[in-house]
């Protein structure tokens, strides 16, 4: 049984190069794995942030030989080219991991000529289905990658709901995301604060520690967190660390940081963070919080529970399905920072971490990326092949 991820993968950055060599992992201890991955992701123009690349270790190493660098996301006729070489693997199954609508176009050509080059069948692992910064020609865009799939997994019902106004008729699983268990172990408040005085500069070592981590976007609702402040500081002598880089104008977060009085509560750490530095940022913290306005999931939340951290999130999307209200954290109402204060003020005066974090370490073990293959497997039928 021979399987192709294409998708982003090291020395690409970031959550999808993460998942995808975790997949990977997972999948080639059963069955003949590689993956196509970019060359070229975004266009400079198009890419918000510093840098593409990580600047870090490759936490999950994928073999050279078993990682094809070949896709160029805005050249046709390289698309059309990968998808033959595909094609001429003679793979049972092609995974895509699908998130918007900018790679739709390259996902659909690598499929199609895939496909017409060999018996694959096609699973797109849907991430998204709606973006969240929608633009004109997303849903022409995402119906004809759609056309090319022959089975649909999604990880929260938000975006089953999205999934069923696109496809119909077509084989679907919900397979909710797993833990992000790649970053290293879990360490004391202690040696984590430690350091990050000493790496950062910034002094939490006695203190109540609130997480703000993550790219940091409009719809992530970090302006909700800051005007919470006050209300948070009014009853708690809070630090809120903002961990991420801006994919949004920075200097209008650091005017209402001055504006609403905060430099001495809140610190910002603006840059992508190296994969061998998650770990201390959530070893350092009481709770994640999660203020977004809009969402489907957030791989934040599976971070968080990985090291058995409480998270504070709205009730968007597919967050509250993987945060249990009064057992694994709070779930709260969006676009209201008297919601985020009044959860921050239950979760220290309630003395609620010890509770939930007990709760999270029993809760995580339902998404275990044993389970995730497992679904891959009965949705495609790849198992069975496999046996034959």
């Known amino acids: 049984m021979k399987i192709i991820i294409v998708g982003t993968a090291y020395p690409m950055r970031g959550a999808f190069a993460q998942l995808n060599a975790i997949l990977y992992s997972y999948l080639s201890k059963k069955y003949d794995v590689k993956i196509y991955s970019f060359i070229r992701q975004y266009p400079k123009l198009l890419f918000p942030g510093k840098t593409q690349e990580e600047k870090g270790d490759e936490l999950v190493k994928v073999p050279e030989d078993r990682n ?24 049972d199954l092609i995974i895509f991991r699908y998130w918007i609508p900018f790679f739709a176009p390259c996902f659909a050509v690598i499929s199609y000529f895939a496909k017409k080059n060999s018996n694959a069948k096609v699973l797109l692992i849907c991430d998204n289905v709606i973006p969240h910064e929608k633009r004109p020609g997303d849903t022409f865009l995402t119906k004809n990658v759609f056309n090319q799939a022959d089975y649909f997994l999604v990880q929260s019902k938000s975006v089953e709901d999205d999934l069923l106004k696109f496809s119909k008729g077509k084989p679907y699983k919900v397979s909710f995301h797993p833990l992000y268990n790649i970053f290293g172990e879990k360490l004391s408040k202690v040696d984590a604060r430690e350091f990050i005085r000493k790496e950062y500069g910034v002094d939490i070592i006695n203190e109540k520690v609130i997480l703000f981590f993550g790219y940091i976007r409009k719809y992530k609702g970090l302006s909700y967190l800051l005007k919470a402040m006050p209300g948070i500081l009014k009853n708690n002598d809070v630090k809120l660390l903002v961990v991420g880089e801006f994919y949004d104008n920075e200097e209008q977060y650091s005017q209402e940081i001055k504006d609403l009085g905060l430099e001495n509560n809140v610190f910002v750490l603006s840059d992508f963070v190296p994969n061998e530095k998650v770990r201390y940022f959530f070893s350092a913290s009481d709770v994640v ?100």
């Open 289 to 388: 919080i999660l203020p977004y306005s809009s969402a489907t999931q957030s791989g934040i939340t599976h971070i968080a529970h990985f090291y058995d951290k409480p998270v504070i999130a709205t009730n968007v999307g597919g967050l509250a399905e993987s945060v249990i209200d009064g057992k694994t954290g709070l779930v709260i109402q969006p676009e209201s920072p008297e919601a985020i204060a009044d959860a921050v003020t239950k979760f220290y005066n309630e003395h609620l971490e010890e509770e939930f974090s007990a709760n999270v370490a029993e809760e995580k073990k339902k998404y275990d990326w044993d389970n995730f293959v497992k679904d891959i497997e009965d949705l495609t039928k790849i198992s069975k092949s496999n046996s034959n």
């Open 68 to 91: 094809v660098i070949s896709i160029d996301s805005i050249n046709p006729f390289n698309w059309i080219s990968v998808g033959k070489k595909i094609g001429r693997e003679k793979a």
